[in-house]
T-cell receptor, first 110, second 111 residues
Framework: RKEVEQDPGPFNVPEGATVAFNCTYSNSASQSFFWYRQDCRKEPKLLMSVYSSGNEDGRFTAQLNRASQYISLLIRDSKLSDSATYLCVVISSNTGKLIFGQGTTLQVKP | NAGVTQTPKFQVLKTGQSMTLQCAQDMNHEYMSWYRQDPGMGLRLIHYSVGAGITDQGEVPNGYNVSRSTTEDFPLRLLSAAPSQTSVYFC??????????FGPGTRLTVT
């Protein structure tokens, strides 16, 4: 089983829609979680950290569910410019290194 | 600041050839890493460094060497290229384990 798993999608949604992605992790001792965004043929960039209490940044909300070992990313009022691949990242409690999920692709249509 | 730069952007090698992928950062970051990205696999850590003179292996180190003689530079050497090393290679740097700044990537094809 992969340490971090995501549904690769693609998720095809119309502009203005609300869309949510989940990411599961296998190591219950993992402490730090992030969402990165990667545009087509570009490098990944940090989108937001995920805090235990949940956090919001504009149209983006990140949640952590430790009991079920998943994190989620909610995007409200989707824009065409949100089209990208969203990477779930967990810091391994064993090694301290970043473990990347394979990414979930979002395509927002007009 | 240029951030993290990588050269070359594209490279085609024949099986058995060797080459060095260059990576440089101007943010005075201690941490630098090399990842490869393959379809359906996510980014996988090849080698990393926590400071000049210190390197360590990541998840998929076989077939690659690194060195860190300065804070700024972290080259990745392919010793004898194989088709399985066809991938996109990203270098990253950070001042902590958290936010990593990635370079634009090198697309490598081994025939």
């Amino acid at each position: 089983r992969k340490e971090v798993e995501q549904d690769p999608g693609p998720f095809n949604v119309p502009e203005g829609a609300t869309v949510a992605f989940n990411c599961t992790y296998s190591n219950s001792a993992s402490q730090s979680f992030f969402w990165y965004r990667q545009d087509c043929r570009k490098e990944p960039k940090l989108l937001m950290s995920v805090y235990s209490s949940g956090n919001e940044d504009g149209r983006f909300t990140a949640q952590l569910n430790r009991a079920s070992q998943y994190i989620s990313l909610l995007i409200r009022d989707s824009k065409l410019s949100d089209s990208a691949t969203y990477l779930c990242v967990v810091i391994s409690s064993n090694t301290g290194k970043l473990i990347f999920g394979q990414g979930t692709t979002l395509q927002v249509k007009p | 600041n240029a951030g993290v730069t990588q050269t070359p952007k594209f490279q085609v090698l024949k099986t058995g050839q060797s080459m060095t992928l260059q990576c440089a950062q101007d943010m005075n970051h201690e941490y630098m890493s090399w990842y490869r990205q393959d379809p359906g696999m996510g980014l996988r850590l090849i080698h990393y460094s926590v400071g000049a003179g210190i390197t360590d292996q990541g998840e998929v180190p076989n077939g690659y060497n690194v060195s860190r003689s300065t804070t700024e530079d972290f080259p990745l050497r392919l010793l004898s290229a194989a088709p399985s090393q066809t991938s996109v290679y990203f270098c990253a740097s950070s001042s902590s384990a958290y936010e990593q700044y990635f370079g634009p990537g090198t697309r490598l094809t081994v025939t």
